[in-house]
């Protein structure tokens, strides 16, 4: 079992930028694919980032060219650094590990962007 541990989440004006971090709770063995995605109320989960073992990335079209993501396997940590941000941002961001078959969420953070 792994637990994630989101943060890094919080308001943020239009044009600004934010780090959220996820800390998983144990060293990850094998093969896997770590990131986040995003849902608002009344909408699907939809794909931020996600990075994989063999190191590629892969990004949602919605913030193409303005997130990246990164980890550091040291601290079993993904981060992903959010610039010049916009109101439809807006949502609540989960992690999300899949990993030897099976898929783990953390409990997601908010992030508001607004003036």
């Known amino acids: 079992q792994v637990q994630l541990v989101e943060s890094g989440g919080g308001l943020v004006q239009p044009g600004g930028s934010l780090r959220l971090s996820c800390a998983a709770s144990?060293?990850?063995?094998?093969?896997?694919?770590m990131g986040w995605y995003r849902q608002v109320p009344g909408k699907q989960r939809e794909l931020v980032a996600v990075?994989?073992?063999?190191?590629?990335?892969n990004y949602g079209d919605a913030v193409k060219g303005r997130f990246t993501i990164s980890r550091d396997n040291a601290k079993n940590t993904v981060y992903l650094q959010m610039n010049s941000l916009k109101p439809e941002d807006t949502a609540v961001y989960y992690c999300?590990?899949?990993?030897?078959?099976?898929?783990?969420w953390g409990q997601g953070t908010q992030v508001t962007v607004s003036s």
């Open positions: 999300n590990l899949e990993n030897l078959g099976r898929q783990y």
């Open positions: 990075t994989a073992t063999d190191g590629t990335t």
């Open positions: 144990r060293k990850i063995v094998g093969v896997y694919r």
